[in-house]
Nanobody
Framework: VQLVGSGGGRVQTGDSLRLSCAVS????????WAWFRQAPGKERESVGA???????FYTDSVKGRFTISRDNDKDTVYLQMNDLKPEDTALYYC???????????????????WSQGTQVTVSS
């Protein structure tokens, strides 16, 4: 199983980025997908997730700015990030697990597969 993240970079406050996570080695449509992030010296935190049927969940700090989507034909999950802020600076990871619901999507220990980190740096 491979999850390959891409699309990170260095941007200014207020800019946008779209992260991608290309997946191989498993049946993409059978999984729920999530994005997490980890800033230096901090614990990994949830960003958002998307269920197999498309329902999404977001952490409060990104609601209205970030959007998760999935393309079951391309086996890819996306994180569109708008109005970026310096506090969004982190390594971003995508992750997969079979089932998520509103009470469990935010816990990283429940995910089976992880991408390598993709760096996002937002300067003021």
């Amino acid at each position: 199983v491979q999850l390959v993240g891409s699309g990170g970079g260095r941007v200014q406050t207020g800019d946008s980025l779209r992260l991608s996570c290309a997946v191989s080695g498993l049946t993409f449509k059978n999984y729920a997908w999530a994005w997490f992030r980890q800033a230096p010296g901090k614990e990994r935190e949830s960003v958002g997730a998307i269920r197999r049927a498309g329902t999404t969940f977001y952490t409060d700090s990104v609601k209205g700015r970030f959007t998760i989507s999935r393309d079951n034909d391309k086996d890819t999950v996306y994180l569109q990030m708008n109005d970026l802020k310096p506090e969004d600076t982190a390594l971003y990871y995508c992750a997969a697990r079979m089932m998520i619901y509103s009470g469990n999507w935010m816990y990283p220990e429940g995910y089976d597969y992880w991408s390598q980190g993709t760096q996002v740096t937002v300067s003021s």
